[in-house]
Antibody
Framework: QVQLVESGGGVVQPGRSLRLSCAASGFTFSSYGMHWVRQAPGKGLEWVALIWYDGSDKYYADSVKGRFTLSRDNSKYTLYLQMNSLRAEDTAVYYC?????????????????WGQGTTVTVSS | EMVLTQSPGTLSLSPGERATLSCRASQSVTSSYLAWYQQKPGQAPRLLIYGASRRATGIPDRFSGSGSGTDFTLTISRLEPEDFAVYFCQQYGTSWTFGQGTKVEIK
């Protein structure tokens, strides 16, 4: 079945780095854009970043631009999020999610498959 | 910057009742770019509705979406026990934005 599994979360000190991974299965990974979305404790959802299906284009939220970098390895069905210069406000559950892509030539900009998330805690 | 405001913050209803959730945008939204998600405690969000009114795969027909412009609505016609959760709307304009959520709780 279609599945996304995140890993790499943990406790890290402010200013340090962490790399998250998202392993995909059950669908043709190289055909889909992929997102990261985060959720701070007790809060709502915040979109973080998107990478196109082939890695040729990437988009970031202003809150992470210049600190976070998206990449993907389509041969390994894996998405990555390199997080540098981490701050306390980056503390959250990080979800990877699949972009819904095209349906009958329409693009809906929805996120149709989600992983279970990995927790990142930035604290000294 | 686009802001999505959901109301009410909390909706207290009984199983079998109808739930009506609102999502209001600070600017006009292309209907095709409006989605709704359900999130239960400790779980990831699940896509319910996309394109403002299209049900995602496997979503029961008691869930329906409507609206256009700046006002969108998610309706659950008859609440089942498994429907008590938090619901988020999401739009795409220049980036993806989520509303703050509406909690549907058991009365």
């Amino acid at each position: 079945q279609v599945q996304l599994v995140e890993s790499g979360g943990g406790v890290v000190q402010p200013g340090r780095s962490l790399r998250l991974s998202c392993a995909a299965s059950g669908f043709t990974f190289s055909s889909y854009g992929m997102h990261w979305v985060r959720q701070a404790p007790g809060k709502g959802l915040e979109w973080v970043a998107l990478i196109w299906y082939d890695g040729s284009d990437k988009y970031y939220a202003d809150s992470v631009k210049g600190r976070f970098t998206l990449s993907r390895d389509n041969s390994k069905y894996t998405l990555y999020l390199q997080m540098n210069s981490l701050r306390a406000e980056d503390t959250a559950v990080y979800y990877c999610a699949r972009d819904s892509g095209y349906e009958n030539y329409y693009y809906y900009y929805a996120l149709d498959v989600w992983g279970q998330g990995t927790t990142v805690t930035v604290s000294s | 910057e686009m802001v999505l405001t959901q109301s009410p913050g909390t909706l207290s209803l009984s199983p079998g009742e109808r739930a009506t959730l609102s999502c209001r945008a600070s600017q006009s939204v292309t209907s095709s770019y409006l989605a709704w998600y359900q999130q239960k405690p400790g779980q990831a969000p699940r896509l319910l509705i996309y394109g403002a009114s299209r049900r995602a795969t496997g979503i029961p027909d008691r869930f329906s979406g409507s609206g256009s412009g700046t006002d969108f609505t998610l309706t659950i016609s008859r609440l089942e026990p498994e429907d008590f959760a938090v619901y988020f709307c999401q739009q795409y304009g220049t980036s993806w934005t989520f509303g703050q959520g509406t909690k549907v709780e058991i009365k």
